[in-house]
């Protein structure tokens, strides 16, 4: 799962143009090929036409931009969240990009991935502990049953309760990360959008 956003007035730089769209039931696998090229390469001239993260590097993104800038209402904070089309106006969008440049020139986007860094660190560690539990009770559950390759879902009911309660100690920021690069590559695309909306 990912989130794309998709710039509602994009800037345009002069001379370039969004690649005609094809014929998907026509075409050449070559003519795909060729048409993938020029439009990744009309996005990456033109920089608030797209942006896209997967779950992983999204959510982390969204969070700091709530809490940090404040630009996003608290009643509009869940449709960040979700892929239904979710419209950030031209506004917004360009305070959130001017509150990002300051976090970063005041030295706050590198003390937060100094910070995150220790938590997923953190979370790695716990959630390897958590691991060897999972082990030992997989091998209750084989000698139990005597189903080698026997899934959690499976498990007999109390060895499934107790699969259920070591899951739900899991950290999961351990697979949620956070870069400097990736702020300023979504600064770049939001000043330049005109507004996004989130899909």
């Given amino acids: 799962m990912g989130f794309d956003l998709y710039g509602v007035n994009p800037k345009i ?7 005609k ?16 090229e020029a439009v990744e390469k009309f996005e990456e001239t033109n920089k608030g036409v797209y942006f896209r993260n997967n779950v992983w590097w ?14 996003v209402e608290e009643n509009e904070k869940d449709n960040w969240h979700f892929n239904d089309g ?5 506004e917004t969008a360009n305070m959130i990009a001017q509150q990002l440049k300051y976090l970063i020139k005041s030295g706050r986007v590198d003390e937060y991935c100094v910070y995150h860094s220790k938590k997923v660190k953190e979370a790695k560690k716990h959630n390897k502990k958590l691991e060897v539990l ?11 049953t005597g189903i080698k390759d026997i899934a959690p879902r499976d ?17 999961p920021v351990e697979n949620y990360p956070f870069s400097k690069k990736n702020v300023e590559e979504f600064i770049e695309f939001a000043e330049n959008s005109g507004g996004f909306r989130i899909s």
Wanted: proline share 4%.
């Fill in 134 to 144: 999972f082990n030992d009770l997989k091998k209750i559950v084989i000698k139990k």
């Fill in 58 to 71: 999204w959510r982390p993104l969204a969070n700091f931009i709530f809490e940090e800038t404040k630009c």
């Fill in 13 to 19: 730089k002069k001379g370039t143009a969004k690649p």
């Fill in 21 to 36: 769209a094809i014929d998907w039931r026509t075409t050449t696998d070559e003519e795909k090929q060729e048409y993938f």
């Fill in 86 to 90: 979710h419209l950030v106006n031209e």
């Fill in 155 to 171: 498990y007999p009911k109390e060895e499934k309760e107790m699969w259920d309660n070591i899951y739900s100690q899991r950290q």
